[in-house]
């Protein structure tokens, strides 16, 4: 735990999709840029894959890339957190890999966990996204309400240890919480007030969720959280070319400031907060 919460630097990303310069780069600006953790907002792993090895190639990172890379760096910065969860594009079944690391004491899971950020700051997460026309649906759920449900069924999957399997989407999202229950859940496991949060989907309808063809892709489970539970601070990714389109990394909704690094392929993008002013802006580290 970090003793004062004067002085706290976050370096916050999404969205790295294995790219494994993008976390060598990251890592590096954590060091460089002397910041007290490292935030990674889901999407970890690689993806466009044939579905068939998908599994397999994640995990392969996870244990190959991921675990040693961190490992290095955290020998040498004991003093530097991971915090991180997956997102829409990572397979959830190989989550026993992550919690070995965490185990390890080289990451924190944020996924619907709370940790001590500061001694009066927490942290928490969620990783799930509204329903999206990509086939994998691990952690895709229904945003508002069940009447949302899509009327009919579409091509779908999840991952299960014994591989990939075809789903019914409607079932599946009948079958889980909404995104709102989780948040709900969220909320009671500390003081919103006092947490930073961690969702892998922007708040709907804001500078951080515009898609290319300029429509907003956000969850509105989201924005209704932050608007009634007025946290200081939200990270997002997942709509990875909002920033292209708006150039905004930053959006407030009330009291908060909720923030999307805003991904690219060929170059890293990570974003600084400095507590306890709250001052933004872009880690961009060029190739
Ligand atoms: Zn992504």
């Given at each position: 735990?970090?003793?004062?919460?004067?002085?706290l630097r976050?370096?916050?990303?999404?969205?790295?999709?294995?790219?494994?310069?993008?976390?060598?780069?990251?890592?590096?600006?954590?060091e460089t840029?002397?910041?007290?953790?490292?935030?990674?907002?889901?999407?970890?792993?690689?993806?466009?894959?044939?579905?068939?090895?998908?599994?397999?190639?994640?995990?392969?990172?996870?244990?190959?890339?991921l675990r040693?890379?961190?490992?290095?760096?955290?020998?040498?910065?004991?003093?530097?957190?991971?915090?991180?969860?997956?997102?829409?594009?990572?397979?959830?079944?190989?989550?026993?890999?992550?919690?070995?690391?965490?185990?390890?004491?080289?990451?924190?899971?944020?996924?619907?966990?709370?940790?001590?950020?500061?001694?009066?700051?927490?942290?928490?997460?969620?990783?799930?996204?509204?329903?999206?026309?990509?086939?994998?649906?691990?952690?895709?759920?229904?945003?508002?309400?069940?009447?949302?449900?899509?009327?009919?069924?579409?091509?779908?999957?999840?991952?299960?240890?014994?591989?990939?399997?075809?789903?019914?989407?409607?079932?599946?999202?009948?079958?889980?919480?909404?995104?709102?229950?989780?948040?709900?859940?969220?909320?009671?496991?500390?003081?919103?007030?006092?947490?930073?949060?961690?969702?892998?989907?922007?708040?709907?309808?804001?500078?951080?969720?515009?898609?290319?063809?300029?429509?907003?892709?956000?969850?509105?489970?989201?924005?209704?959280?932050?608007?009634?539970?007025?946290?200081?601070?939200?990270?997002?990714?997942?709509?990875?070319?909002?920033?292209?389109?708006?150039?905004?990394?930053?959006?407030?909704?009330?009291?908060?400031?909720?923030?999307?690094?805003?991904?690219?392929?060929?170059?890293?993008?990570?974003?600084?907060?400095?507590?306890?002013?709250?001052?933004?802006?872009?880690?961009?580290?060029?190739?």
């Amino acid at each position: 735990m970090i003793r004062m919460a004067r002085d706290l630097r976050i370096l916050h990303t999404a969205d790295l999709h294995g790219n494994l310069r993008h976390y060598q780069k990251l890592l590096s600006l954590a060091e460089t840029e002397e910041v007290n953790c490292i935030v990674i907002g889901g999407d970890l792993l690689p993806k466009g894959h044939s579905l068939n090895v998908l599994i397999e190639v994640q995990k392969k990172f996870i244990v190959e890339h991921l675990r040693p890379l961190f490992k290095k760096f955290r020998e040498v910065n004991r003093e530097k957190s991971i915090y991180l969860m997956m997102g829409n594009d990572d397979f959830a079944v190989n989550m026993d890999q992550l919690e070995k690391m965490e185990a390890e004491g080289l990451i924190k899971l944020l996924h619907l966990r709370t940790h001590p950020l500061t001694d009066s700051l927490s942290i928490a997460g969620y990783g799930c996204v509204p329903p999206t026309p990509f086939l994998i649906k691990d952690w895709e759920r229904l945003d508002c309400g069940r009447a949302a449900v899509p009327a009919r069924s579409y091509q779908a999957c999840s991952s299960t240890p014994d591989g990939i399997a075809p789903i019914d989407a409607r079932d599946w999202f009948l079958s889980h919480n909404t995104i709102s229950e989780d948040l709900d859940m969220l909320a009671r496991l500390s003081d919103p007030a006092s947490t930073v949060y961690v969702t892998h989907s922007p708040p709907f309808c804001t500078a951080l969720d515009v898609l290319i063809n300029g429509r907003h892709a956000g969850s509105r489970s989201v924005r209704r959280f932050i608007e009634e539970y007025a946290p200081p601070l939200t990270l997002h990714g997942h709509i990875h070319e909002s920033y292209h389109m708006t150039k905004e990394l930053a959006n407030r909704i009330g009291g908060t400031l909720c923030i999307n690094a805003g991904q690219t392929e060929a170059i890293l993008h990570a974003v600084i907060i400095d507590l306890p002013g709250y001052l933004v802006r872009l880690a961009r580290s060029f190739p």
